[in-house]
């Protein structure tokens, strides 16, 4: 992700509620507008890199002391043979 470039972005969107179809008077009202705030694309790589690196924190030693396990009792094994 780009550093400088964190940040927020606003998303608008505007509902339009659709009156009664039977009733032929009636109009479109314009309805609530609602404005989202999300994380723009170089925070929401920055959240994904530390997601995957805080994982890979706890996934990589284990996944390194399950093979060193498995290596010592296969050579134990082989030795007693």
Same mark, same amino acid.
């Given at each position: 992700?780009?550093? +400088?470039?964190l940040g927020?972005r ?8 659709q009156?009664?179809? +039977? ?8 309805g $609530? ?5 999300l994380?723009? +694309?170089s925070l929401?790589l $920055?959240?994904?890199?530390?997601f995957?690196?805080g994982f890979?924190?706890?996934l990589?030693?284990?996944?390194l002391s399950?093979t060193?396990?498995?290596?010592t ?9």
């Amino acid at each position: 992700p780009k550093f +400088e470039e964190l940040g927020f972005r606003e998303v608008k969107w505007h509902q339009s509620v659709q009156p009664n179809p +039977e009733d032929k008077n009636a109009s479109t009202v314009e309805g $609530l507008a609602w404005k989202y705030v999300l994380p723009n +694309e170089s925070l929401a790589l $920055l959240i994904v890199w530390s997601f995957l690196a805080g994982f890979s924190e706890r996934l990589v030693p284990n996944i390194l002391s399950s093979t060193d396990k498995t290596l010592t009792d296969a050579t134990q094994r082989s030795l007693s043979k």
